[in-house]
Every structure is written in structure tokens, then in C-alpha cells.
Nanobody, 125 residues
Framework: QVQLVESGGGLVQAGDSLRLSCAAS????????MGWFRQAPGKEREFVAT????????NYADSVKGRFTISRDNAKNTVYLQMNSLKPEDTAVYYC??????????????????WGQGTQVTVSS
């Protein structure tokens, strides 16, 4: 069972930047699509961004497009989320996730079977 550990969250002001990291255990990291999702209080967990196993296919939610950048370093078993121009509406717990199947694309929450514990991002106005 893979373990995913997020880090990098915190309290920032609107307009600031944060970089989230997600370190994965195991040797098969480079075979899976990875994703970032977020959940705000009282709301469902929503898609933020995904990146394919080699990083060639990337998708973003419309709400973060142009502000957030997902990337991965397969040598370090780590996926990143660079968040710029943060807004109060970006406040949420951010979760890293691994797709359930090797060499498979997907953006739906249901496509991802392994999840980290989450890291809180709070953006004040």
C-alpha cells in the first residue's frame, strides 16, 4: 500500500504563493497518474490538477488555471503543486492522490484510490 505525505501548507495572505509537496513511498511512483484535490469546509472534495506518469499530460480545474502549476520528480517520488496569486476561495485542505491503475489517465475523484492525510491552506483577505 502506497503512503502519500503532503507538506507545505500554511496561512498566507491573498496574492501570496505556496508550494505543496507530496512524497510517495514505493518503487512504482513513475507508473501512476498523480493528482491534487481540495476540500473546503462544508463542501465536497474537488479536483484541482492531475499529471500523468511521465508528466506529459496535465489538467487543471478552471478555477486554478493560470495560477497553479503541477509537476513531478519521479527520481524523488514527489509531486508538487505551485500555487501563485492565492485567493481566499483557495482556502481548503489539499490532498495528494494516486490513481488506482497504472498508466491510466483520470481526473475524477473516484479514479484515485490512494490518498494522503491532507495539508491545510488558509488564505486571508
Amino acid at each position: 500500500q502506497v503512503q502519500l505525505v503532503e507538506s507545505g501548507g500554511g496561512l498566507v495572505q491573498a496574492g501570496d504563493s505556496l508550494r505543496l509537496s507530496c512524497a510517495a513511498s514505493g518503487r512504482r511512483f513513475n507508473m501512476y497518474t498523480m493528482g491534487w484535490f481540495r476540500q473546503a469546509p462544508g463542501k465536497e472534495r474537488e479536483f484541482v490538477a492531475t499529471i500523468s506518469w511521465r508528466g506529459r499530460e496535465i489538467n487543471y480545474a478552471d478555477s486554478v488555471k493560470g495560477r497553479f502549476t503541477i509537476s513531478r520528480d519521479n527520481a524523488k517520488n514527489t509531486v508538487y503543486l505551485q500555487m501563485n496569486s492565492l485567493k481566499p476561495e483557495d482556502t481548503a485542505v489539499y490532498y495528494c492522490a494516486r490513481h488506482s491503475y497504472e498508466y491510466t489517465l483520470g481526473m475524477r475523484r473516484e479514479d484515485f484510490g490512494s490518498w494522503g492525510q491532507g495539508t491545510q491552506v488558509t488564505v486571508s483577505s
